[in-house]
């Protein structure tokens, strides 16, 4: 049977949580020990800190809250926790609080920290975080991606982000209205970048990547700004040893300015916000054009340089070439010079041979055995050999006698002695066949 809305008893919200206050209040009257993780800790100009902590299951987060440490105690109780941990409260700690539980009708739940147990320094999430890290270094997978050259001019960029993300926006329009009007082609693959969905999605987003990989120079990640808490996905083994196999370079922009996330460290290389990608991205094509002019400038030197001593070259050889003339008329010179003189040896040569012809003409002609025998001598044989001595002779011995007219047949009756000149002067006249 349904009641009239007058008749049915109904709260105010503010009655609500007044009796939700009383209700916390008898429930947790004295401050307790509780564990957590900072997911994130923020402290303002007048001293209060304020934390977002967590606690999960695996990448599931269970339960969420945020405490309070107001500046009187966390002035007293950060001394204390740095003093023994050499850290500050930061992100991925877990810590053990003493805190009270409180409930503002305004505010809602929240804890009053108290005190820290310095003891618990390293939270699940940091714990986890260095897991993965090691696992990485232990599978060589840490520095895979970050062996891949990256194109020395990176134009086309898949980029991975939300669509609706300010760092998208900040990205693009940084990339396109760079300063000196390079032309970039980035193509956007959607994907969730928090949440417990964050991690499927961007393996998702770079599994349609790979299958176009030949279209692109280079992959960026890019979120930019949000809570802490948000960026867990980013610590996820699957999502980093996908980056480090990745067949691109993978760049990462996720928009944080304290630890570096797991996926950071996998990839390539990583900025801390999408606007500082873009501007490496654009310092890649000025450095490379930079190069370029370089090179331009080098080609133009050695081309003036080359011109300069082939000019040089082509002066000497024309140098050359107007004196050839001269030289050819200084060889005909020499040329002539060297014909006179070769002629006057010969006519010397001939003149000195025609003389040592002509007396040895004449001095054959005086010897000459006729003409001896004309001017009265006479040639006298033995048995066919010439006679130079007459001791070879005997008393009885046939010779005959050669005169310029005839010849006389005699036999040796007897021998007498001449004078010595008289020898001389025969043997002279009548020298023998081995010319003694």
Known sequence: MNRSSQDR???????????????????????????????????????????????????????????????????????????????????????????????????????????????????????????????????????????????????????????????????????????????????????????????????????????????????????????SIDLSCFDSYALASRIARFPLPVLTGIGHEKDDTVADMAAHTKMKTPTAVAEFLISGLRAFEETIVDIQGRIATLAEDLLRDEHFTLEIISRRVTRVPVLVASAQNRLAMHIRNMKGTVRHLIRRTTDKLDHVDRALRILDPANVLKRGYSITRHNGQVIRDAARLKKGDVIETRLNRGAVTSIIGEKKEVRRNEQEQTAFLFPGPDGA
């Open 9 to 227: 008893k109904a709260f105010t919200l503010h009655e609500l949580n007044s009796a939700i206050r009383f209700a916390v209040g008898q429930a947790f009257p004295d401050a307790l020990w509780l564990i957590a993780e900072i997911a994130e800790a923020n402290c303002n100009q007048r001293g209060h800190c304020y934390l977002d902590l967590i606690e999960k299951n695996d990448d599931r987060t269970l339960a969420q809250m945020k405490a309070t440490i107001w500046a009187y105690d966390y002035r007293k109780l950060c001394n204390k926790f740095e003093g023994q941990t050499g850290e500050s409260l930061r992100q991925g700690m877990k810590v053990m609080l003493f805190a009270s539980v409180t409930f503002h009708e305004v505010y809602g739940l929240s804890l009053n920290v108290k005190d820290i147990d310095p003891a618990y320094t390293m939270g699940d999430m940091a714990l986890r975080k260095k897991e993965i890290i090691e696992r990485l270094i232990k599978e060589r997978l840490m520095d895979l991606n970050r062996a891949l050259p990256l194109p020395v001019a990176p134009q086309r960029i898949a980029v991975i982000s939300s669509p609706t993300a300010a760092g998208y926006g900040d990205f693009f329009n940084h990339l396109d209205r760079n300063l000196y009007g390079y032309g970039f082609i980035h193509v956007l693959f959607p994907a969730l970048m928090q949440g417990a969905e964050a991690e499927q999605s961007l393996l998702s987003a770079l599994d349609r990547i790979a299958r176009v990989a030949h279209l692109f120079d280079a992959v960026v990640i890019i979120r930019g700004g949000g809570s």
